[in-house]
């Protein structure tokens, strides 16, 4: 039985008396002999994270000889231009993300799947096609590549100091998975057609000690995220000993380690030398008071397998504290109340996953199809109340560049024509120490044009149009400027 997505308002009403009618659900694995190319493939080879891992979907080749003529050429087509003029993400899908696409539908013929892989959720953020994007506004005027900053906040290089008690530490710049909204777009993953990434300059072993030093000299620092890319795809020894190595800094508490890979690649989290390494790093951290989590990213509920349930209480077995899930609110997969709160229940009843966060998709480009305005977002939040545990409601937040997360509530001030949410904080960045109005300023967020009123459009179309030109050059300049910050630690 696979997960269903409610949205009938007035069947849920009759069925239950509610606006959505809760219902526990069996979670299933699709059945991914269904897709040609794996017809013959064992159940011992799909949970072996090695065969997980060569036979990832990495190109229009390869998903051709998955799928076959069970979609239609013009689907391929439309990938194919999305990955030569739009995507800011290569192309890299495991198997087990991919047999969570249209995972009820069967093959009859040629062309039968093209229609539910259009539709599909996953589909639509892991492998966008073009005419998914926007023409009217495919990126806002305000886009960057480093939206939110980070690199300018760098510590050292790849460890972000942007709150004031905790830290980012980007161990390495790859994932399992490329999701096409990548916020770190500038720097994780290969380069595409439009993008050219930026490389770290250190060494891995002098970055990660650099960033070691970093936390022993800095008693103001109590929380890190470990991340990336994906620390999953870190060699466990390697990982472990970086670790261990935090753990043993009196002044770090807690401990966040960020996989997407958790859901998208269960396999390498059942992984003997993971176990049991995880099992040390809990032991350790609980003879040492420090709280160790896993953060993973879900979108949707047919993300939610039973192999993802199965690493996750594995990984819970082994004495960390929590493993928590921090999504993203992406129009076309989850930003309706009735596929959130699937979601939800799906990873709190079905996994063991607590809701945690879901953050508003980031202002990078070519992102315009996929974003909400606050507005949305606030009534999303508002439509999710009282379903949910209070402990397990998660919030939605909106990451203001140069202030960080908010929830969605906490704006100070919103030109709803024009799209345009004002914000404060409270502390400063590392960038700010000596800025005497960081604390007072107002930061903006910019909706996406297209959800504006017509007198907001018609606003952004005489005062927020770039020609291409000046559009390049600000890209250019931008890189310039970063690879001058990376070469500067």
């Not at 508490?253 to 059942?270: C, E, F, S, V, Y």
């Not at 349930?309 to 493993?323: E, F, H, Q, Y």
Request: aromatic letters at 8%; one cysteine or more; a negative charge.
């Amino acid at each position: 039985m696979s997960i269903e997505t409610a949205t009938d308002s007035a069947r849920a009403w009759e069925e239950t008396g509610q606006p959505y009618p809760y219902r526990r659900t069996e979670l299933v694995e699709p059945d991914w002999t269904r897709f040609p190319g794996w017809r013959l493939v064992t159940a011992d080879e799909w949970e072996s994270v090695q065969w997980q891992r060569a036979h990832c979907v990495k190109n229009l080749k390869q998903l051709r000889e998955l799928m076959g003529d069970l979609l239609d050429e013009s689907f391929y087509a439309d990938l194919e231009r999305d990955q030569a003029e739009r995507a800011t993400m290569s192309m890299l899908v495991p198997p087990q993300m991919m047999n969570t696409m249209a995972p009820t539908a069967t093959g009859g013929g040629a062309g039968s799947l093209t229609e539910a892989f259009y539709a599909d959720p996953v589909r639509r953020y892991m492998l966008p096609v073009f005419s998914d994007r926007r023409t009217d506004w495919p990126s806002h005027p305000h886009a960057t590549r480093d939206s939110l900053h980070e690199h300018d906040m760098w510590a050292t290089e790849g460890l972000t100091h942007r709150y004031p008690t905790k830290v980012l530490a980007e161990l390495l710049p790859t994932c399992p998975q490329y999701c096409g909204h990548c916020t770190r777009m500038d720097l994780v993953g290969n380069s595409t057609a439009i993008i050219d990434k930026l490389k770290f300059v250190g060494k891995p072993n002098d970055r990660l000690g650099d960033m070691l030093d970093y936390l022993r000299r800095t008693p103001g620092v109590r929380d890190v995220v470990v991340s990336g890319g994906d620390v999953a795809n870190m060699p466990w020894p390697r990982l472990e000993s970086f670790l261990t190595e935090v753990l043993a800094i009196e002044n770090v508490r807690d401990i966040r380690l960020a996989t997407k890979a958790l859901m998208g690649l269960p396999q390498h989290w059942l992984q003997p030398e993971v176990v049991e390494g995880m099992t040390r790093i809990g032991s350790l951290s609980r003879s040492r008071g420090v709280s160790v989590a896993i953060h993973t990213h879900v979108n949707h509920a047919n993300s939610v397998t039973p192999l993802v349930a199965k690493a996750t209480r594995t990984m819970l077995d082994t004495g960390i504290r929590d493993v928590r899930n921090q999504g993203v609110i992406l129009g076309g997969v989850n930003a309706d109340p009735h596929d959130l709160l699937d979601l939800c229940f799906a990873l709190l009843d079905g996994a063991q996953i607590m809701p945690y966060y879901f953050y508003m998709c980031d202002m990078i480009p070519f992102s315009e199809h996929w974003r909400i305005s606050v507005a949305e977002a606030q009534r999303l939040q508002h439509a999710i109340m009282g379903y949910l545990p209070g402990f397990a409601t998660p919030r939605i937040v909106c990451d203001v560049p140069f202030v960080g997360k908010r929830w969605i509530h906490q704006l100070s001030d919103y030109d709803a024509v024009r799209g345009v949410s004002y914000w404060t904080k409270n502390y400063r960045t590392s960038i700010e120490a000596a800025d005497p109005d960081a604390l007072t300023r107002h930061y903006e967020y910019y909706d996406p044009i297209h959800t504006l009123p017509v007198e907001g459009q018609q606003w952004w179309a005489e005062h927020g149009r770039l020609d291409e030109s000046a559009l390049k050059a600000a890209e250019v300049a931008e890189a310039s400027r970063r690879t001058a910050a990376l070469q500067a630690h």
